[in-house]
Nanobody
């Protein structure tokens, strides 16, 4: 069973940057379309970045131009580079397949605040 471990979150000022990592336990992850999701308090979990096994990416308008998803299949890791962070980006960030079908990891907290 594949397990996902997210890391890299923290407290950052508006306009700052963070790089999140998602390490997967199984090499089969390289075949999956993977996504980064986030869930803010009182809100539903939303998809913020997608990357296919071939490296094609897609983003919603809310993060387009600020977030970049990438993957290193040899390391079984998916990354999310987040720039120009805004307070509304504050959330717990998770990775999973798109659509999600792996047991969710613990996520990593991102807080954007001055």
């Amino acid at each position: 069973q594949v397990q996902l471990v997210e890391s890299g979150g923290g407290l950052v000022q508006p306009g700052g940057s963070l790089r999140l990592s998602c390490a997967a336990s199984g090499s089969i992850v390289r075949l999956y379309t993977m996504g980064w999701y986030r869930q803010a308090p009182g809100k539903q979990r939303e998809l913020v970045a997608v990357i296919t096994s071939g490296g094609s990416t897609n983003y919603p308008d809310s993060v387009k131009g600020r977030f970049t998803i990438s993957r290193d299949n040899a390391k079984r890791t998916v990354y999310l580079q987040m720039n120009s962070l805004k307070p509304e980006d504050t959330a717990v960030y998770y990775c999973n397949k798109d659509p999600p079908s792996i047991t969710w990891g613990q996520g990593t907290q991102v807080t954007v605040s001055s």
